[in-house]
């Protein structure tokens, strides 16, 4: 679903933040679309519950640590105490996080709690942290908060949101970058 969004994000994610050594990494479609195109950067870490990205970095040139824990058939994805206690042993520079819903009132949000819960985690873990969403999550609420909006430093989206988004952004201090 709205792949080639997903993939204007990535670029813009590329443009900005490529420069990055270490990182964590959701699960989300739109990280995955970001990082097929750093994969080839030998100088980057990356730390993932998602089986997902290691099926699709196969034979990437960046170092790849996974969280392990109980996985999900259904997600692709790790979540669970060890998950969470082995992203708690890292710092990063970014943690490159997705979503299903962006509220300006009730924060970020997803549909799985093991997932926001190692969402919060890494964010809590990282320098800084880059929310990827396309334009078909604002104003939109998902079934779980992981983070409030202090903690986001940067939001990547595919194009321009209406001018209450722009303003606040601004107004919390969070870097605003869309094509």
């Not at 900005?16 to 097929?36: H, P, Q, W």
């Amino acid at each position: 679903i709205n792949l080639e969004s997903k993939k204007k994000i990535a670029k813009l994610l590329v443009r900005e933040y490529g420069d990055a050594r270490t990182i964590m990494v959701d699960n989300s479609t739109t990280v995955i679309e970001a990082m097929k195109l750093l994969k080839d950067n030998r100088e980057m870490t990356a730390i993932s519950f998602s089986a997902q990205i290691f099926q699709e970095l196969d034979g990437t040139n960046m170092m790849l640590v996974s969280t392990g824990g109980t996985y999900d058939e259904r997600t692709r994805s790790f979540y669970g105490s060890l998950a969470k206690e082995n992203v708690r042993k890292y710092n990063v520079d970014i943690a490159l996080l997705g979503c299903k819903g962006l509220d300006m009132k009730n924060g970020i949000s997803d549909s799985s709690e093991g997932e926001a819960d190692l969402k919060a985690e890494m964010s809590s873990r990282a320098s800084r942290v880059i929310l990827l969403a396309d334009h078909t999550k604002f104003d939109q609420t998902a079934f779980v908060n992981f983070l409030n909006w202090d903690k986001v430093d940067c939001l990547i989206t595919d194009e321009k949101p209406d001018d209450s988004w722009v303003d606040f952004c601004s107004k919390n201090g969070i870097c605003l970058i869309y094509e």
